[in-house]
């Protein structure tokens, strides 16, 4: 049995920009940490905002920290159904071509162009992780959890960084089609 891996349940959330953090907030606003999140330097904010498209919204959707060089969303496939667009399933930050939709803050709203995604699934690890498992970054393996809907996720990519902590990240929709939780685990299969 391989060393298990602890579970991270990603619902739909919003990376900003300082660019777009000024217009939705006001100009120098800063972000407010809600609570620390489980990779080392990440959390939830206080501040949420609205994701519009002319099919729906999601309102109060959690801006995560810090800020990014480029905002970005990411939702659930079904998330995207009810928003009527079609995310490509991505690595974050790899947003070229994606589809767009406006945020709406308290100070302004943004027009994005591009940068939503479904987030692909991926494990982040150390270097020192990654040597254990025999893999490097960018990998891609598979990842099997049990219970009563245990099942094999396919295509999960290895994220290795010394600022990582070991995690599996899955959305929300893979989540429940497992009947898994945070802090549930998994287990690379060879």
Known sequence: MSKPIPVGISARHVHVSREHLNIL???GYQLTVKKDLSQPGQFACEEQVDLVTEKGTFKNVRI????RKQTQVEIALTD????GIKPPVRDSGDLKGSPGLTLVGPKGQVKLEEGVI???RHIHMTPADAAEFGLKDKDIVKVRCGGER???FD???ARVSESFKLECHLDTDE???AKLNTGNTVEIVK
């Open 25 to 27: 907030f006001g100009e």
């Open 64 to 67: 995560l920290g810090p800020e």
């Open 80 to 83: 995207a159904l009810k928003l």
């Open 118 to 120: 479904a987030a692909c």
């Open 150 to 152: 245990g099942l094999i």
């Open 155 to 157: 295509n999960v990519l």
């Open 175 to 177: 989540g429940n089609a």
